[in-house]
């Protein structure tokens, strides 16, 4: 643990829109390795959200990804998938959370070229250790479907 947040500060606060009970709980056990600040940060700035799997799709309301104030600058929404597995979750959805911490901004014409290099070291240098971690793994297809 690299944070003095608990882990029922981090239950309450977290903003999880989703029904994978498993992903709720990576994501909760993931944000209590973070340094504070960037834990602090995806407490307040990010909204996690998965599809779950007896629906083909959710439509979700963008009023989701604004914070108290009711304002949507600055917030992040984090799409996660459902059934992960244990050995890369923390590391997965740590590496979302990283991007956001960096800024990418995967719809403007700006974000750098390494963006996915610069996510996977950041992540790594958290301690994490698994596909979201490791540059190579990032660089070809960590945003893509699974294949198997
Ligand atoms: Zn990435």
């Known amino acids: 643990m690299t944070n003095d947040i608990s882990f029922e500060e981090i239950s309450y606060d977290l903003a999880y829109h989703g029904s994978d009970r498993a992903l709720e709980l990576a994501i909760i056990e993931t944000i209590q390795r973070l340094p504070q600040e960037v834990a602090r940060f995806a407490l307040d700035q990010c909204r996690f959200l998965s599809v779950g799997e007896t629906s ?12 108290w104030q009711g304002s949507t600058e600055n ?74």
């Open 56 to 67: 083909f799709g959710t439509t979700l309301p963008g009023r989701i990804a604004s914070d």
């Open 75 to 148: 917030m992040w929404l984090l799409l996660l998938a459902e059934g992960m597995p244990g050995d890369d979750i923390h590391s997965v959805v740590a590496h979302e959370i990283g991007h956001a911490w960096l800024k990418h901004d995967r719809l403007s014409p700006n974000v750098p070229d390494d963006c996915e290099i610069q996510t996977a070291n950041l992540v790594r240098d958290w301690g994490f250790t698994g596909k979201g971690a490791n540059a190579d793994y990032c660089h070809i297809d960590i945003h893509q479907p699974s294949s198997g």
